[in-house]
């Protein structure tokens, strides 16, 4: 069973960067395809990016392209996921989650972080 | 983007009771679509993938149908731990979309 578990809270001023972590027990990274989605207060579910096993590179959603970067350390099975030029619609709990395979569905999902876009 | 739209986007129900929820997708994607569960403060988990397989531990009074454009989770007699929001979400293309949810409420 795939456990993750996300590092805490943040709180940021605009144009800062913030680099969130999920730490993975169960299964090492290498055999995972782990994704980000995050979630504005009050709102609905948008998916950030993730890798894609097929071409061994990371997509991202064009909306957060050149400012967001997805990064691995298999050493510690650890994920991170750090948004730069933060502005406060950046407001949200964002998620890590793992991708069976590539399929493009997310079955086990970190506990969320809340990262607070305030000056 | 492919747009996934919810409907209703909320909805009360009593305990027992039988509840439908749909999907809409603004293409065709096959049966490239997941329901997920969120409860408030918590991580979404999944429960239906590929348009109608009932994912490993989920109850069998979740279920999901529909191919191409059209799906719909039907949730058979109601339990008090099912009033919760329900998302659907297409993974037939990259960016992955999720719809707007629907709130699940007790009458």
């Not at chain 1, 730490?23 to 894609?52: C, Y």
């Amino acid at each position: 069973q795939v456990q993750l578990v996300q590092s805490g809270a943040e709180v940021k001023k605009p144009g800062a960067s913030v680099k969130v972590s999920c730490k993975v027990s169960g299964h090492t990274l290498t055999e995972l395809s782990m994704h980000w989605v995050r979630q504005a207060p009050g709102k609905g579910l948008e998916w950030m990016g993730g890798f894609d096993p097929e071409d061994g590179e990371r997509i991202y959603a064009l909306k957060f392209q050149g400012r967001v970067s997805m990064t691995e350390d298999t050493s510690t099975d650890t994920a991170y996921m750090e948004l730069s030029s933060l502005r406060s619609e950046d407001t949200a709990v964002y998620y890590c989650a793992t991708d069976p395979a590539g399929s493009g569905l997310f079955d086990f999902w970190g506990q969320g972080t809340l990262v607070t876009v305030s000056s | 983007d492919i747009q996934m739209t919810q409907s209703p986007s909320s909805l009360s129900a009593s305990v027992g009771d039988r509840v439908t929820i749909t999907c809409r997708a603004s293409q065709i994607i096959s049966d490239y679509l997941n329901w997920y569960q969120q409860k408030p403060g918590k991580a979404p988990k999944l429960l239906i993938y590929a348009a109608s397989s009932l994912q490993s531990g989920v109850p069998s009074r979740f279920s999901g149908s529909g191919s191409g454009t059209d799906f719909t989770l039907t949730i058979n007699s109601l339990q008090p731990e099912d009033f919760a929001t329900y998302y659907c979400q297409q993974s037939y293309s990259t960016p992955y979309t999720f719809g707007q949810g629907t709130k699940l409420e007790i009458k």
